[in-house]
């Protein structure tokens, strides 16, 4: 759950029970840089200095019985002054509803990944191991050469060489997220409402303007996709399509990323999808972005994403 976080805050642990997360930060703040760098817990507690807030996480594993465990977890703050304790306030007022939220989705998640079937059997095996994207010999890497891959995912769809388009016409046709489950809604819905607060979504923080479109590396000769490709209800921009791979990116406050559909061959004769996830976080925000949506990303929104398109597919194919 805390992976990567340590980057970005004091992370310590006693595994495998125990782990905990300290920052020192202004969190209303769209400014990446508002956060203070201290060694340990201890260095935590001792910081005085006003307009700051004081906040972490911990993590409790419980052993209940021999094949029963009960996680806890709590977030504690605590502002060095007054005028930044109201100035929290008001910022909790708008968050508070969503923090539950997020939180019950994440323990909801955590569950979830603690229950599920062993490596390689059911829906644990939708993930694919990093080289079933890395081995391919995808334009995708040429341009975004200093992207770090997220992850890769199965799409359960299966055809002949050609019908990548079909593919992405199930994409965009999907709906997404407004025929996704009510709790995925809920959690894209309150997305847009943290980021409008926290201003991550400004156009001046967006493709053309905090960072520049990947379609300035595509080689001569590579054509973007044909109109209409972009994504629905969804910010990405397409990048290109090619018989076998498309890709589109999108940009915020916090990362500049790429979705990628890629079309190989399923060793059964015929064809197969998979998605990429690609990004290059916007500094230490990107990072703690990633590494907070991560158990939300893994546990609801791909699921509830890739078991969409795979049904737009069948009904397509009646």
Not at 94 to 117: D, K, N
Not at 243 to 248: F, G, H, L, V
Request: glycine share 10%.
């Amino acid at each position: 759950m805390l992976e990567g976080l340590s980057r970005t805050g004091v992370l310590e642990e006693e595994p495998p029970r125990y782990s905990a997360l300290a920052m020192i930060g202004r969190p209303w703040s769209p400014d990446p840089r508002a956060h203070v760098a201290v060694d340990g817990l201890r260095g935590v507690a001792h910081f005085d200095e006003p307009g700051w807030l004081k906040y972490g996480m911990e993590w409790v594993l419980e052993p209940l019985a021999p094949t029963l465990t009960r996680l806890r977890t709590a977030t504690l703050c605590t502002a060095t002054d007054e005028r930044t304790r109201r100035a929290f306030a008001a910022y909790w007022v708008v968050i508070r509803p969503f923090s539950g939220l997020l939180r019950t989705a994440m323990l909801t998640t955590v569950r979830r990944l603690a229950t599920r079937p062993a490596p390689g059997r059911g829906r644990a095996a939708r993930r694919l191991p990093p080289h079933a994207h890395t081995d391919r010999p995808w334009l995708i890497h040429a341009i975004a050469p200093d992207f770090t891959l997220e992850d890769v995912w199965l799409i359960d769809v299966h055809g002949s060489a050609d019908e990548l388009s079909r593919l992405l016409h199930a994409v965009i046709d999907d709906g997404f997220p407004d025929r996704a489950p009510v709790a995925v809604r809920a959690l894209w819905k309150a997305r847009w409402i943290i980021g409008g607060v926290l201003g991550w979504d400004r156009p001046d923080e967006g493709l053309g303007t905090r960072v520049s479109s990947l379609r300035g590396r595509l080689p001569d000769g590579v054509a973007t996709a044909a109109p209409g490709s972009d994504l629905p209800g969804v910010p990405f921009t397409t990048l290109y399509e090619t018989r076998d791979e498309w890709a589109a990116e999108v940009a915020n406050k916090t990362v500049h990323g790429v979705m990628h559909l890629g079309w190989v061959p399923d060793g059964n004769g015929g064809y197969r999808g998979q998605m990429a996830v690609l990004v290059r976080p916007n500094g230490a925000l990107g990072r703690l972005y990633m590494a907070l949506i991560k158990p939300l990303r893994y546990g609801v929104v791909y699921p509830a994403l890739l078991r969409g398109i795979e049904k737009r597919w069948m009904a397509e194919r009646g």
